[in-house]
């Protein structure tokens, strides 16, 4: 299995909103919707933002919202604020029940 | 409260095999519903999972490392064990691993990570 595609940074300003796409294949994003996103900074352990495309675990902001079309999934984080800047993970189950993660997205908060 | 503990040694020989454990407190690894995986991070770089193992015994491994890989589960302990043979430099990284309720989430508990290093 390879590895989700994401692109290698973003960037916006305060106020704004952005978006982190993650393409997979048929075989894990496009035909299963158990695609999380994961928040990670520096130095810590992922945290869970966005799990089964679309739903927030308890405690995480209105502001991260997820979607999916096609093999192509989306994290948009509105209203951004500076303590967003981070990097981002996308993961996706496969038709074989397995994990495949992409390759990870730095977000600055310019 | 859940928590997860990785342990093991931070220094291993390559062709070494190395074996990880990862505890937890305030779920049952026998649970219904209980998986629990082990993922690592090469420093500077991405997220690599590696194995799942689920409160049945069902296994689950990365297609690319299967063969060096072992997981399983000590329930009277409450531990969860990786083993990865012959290790290489390449396989320098933090190691994580986290929990998984299947019916409601996914990886929404993690340990803090062990960083591995692979030297002579």
């Known amino acids: 299995q390879s590895a989700l595609t994401q692109p290698a940074s973003v960037s916006g300003s305060p106020g704004q909103s952005v978006t982190i796409s993650c393409t997979g294949t048929s075989s894990d994003v496009g035909n299963y919707n158990y695609v999380s996103w994961y928040l990670q900074r520096p130095g810590k352990a992922p945290k869970l933002m966005i799990y089964?495309?679309?739903k927030r675990p308890s405690g995480v902001s209105t502001r991260f919202s997820g979607s999916k079309s096609g093999n192509t999934a989306s994290l948009t984080i509105s209203g951004l604020q500076a303590d967003d800047e981070a990097d981002y993970y996308c993961s996706s189950y496969t038709s074989s029940n397995t994990l495949v993660f992409g390759g990870g997205t730095k977000l600055t908060v310019l | 409260q859940i928590t997860l503990k990785e342990s093991g040694p931070t220094l291993v020989k390559p062709t070494q095999t190395l074996t990880l454990t990862c505890t937890l407190s305030g779920v049952s690894v026998s649970t219904r519903g209980v998986g629990v995986g082990w993922i690592r991070q090469p420093p500077g770089k991405a997220l690599e999972w590696l194995a799942f193992?689920?409160?049945?015994?069902?296994?689950r491994y990365s297609p690319s490392l299967k063969n060096r890989l072992t997981i399983t589960k000590d329930t009277s302990k409450n531990q969860v064990v990786l083993t990865l043979t012959n290790m290489d430099p390449v396989d320098t990284a933090t190691y994580y691993c986290?929990?998984?309720?299947?019916?409601?989430?996914?990886?929404?508990?993690w340990g803090q990570g062990t960083l591995v290093t692979v030297s002579s």
């Open positions: 986290a929990h998984r309720q299947v019916t409601i989430g996914d990886l929404d508990y």
């Open positions: 193992i689920y409160w049945d015994d069902d296994r």
């Open positions: 089964d495309v679309t």
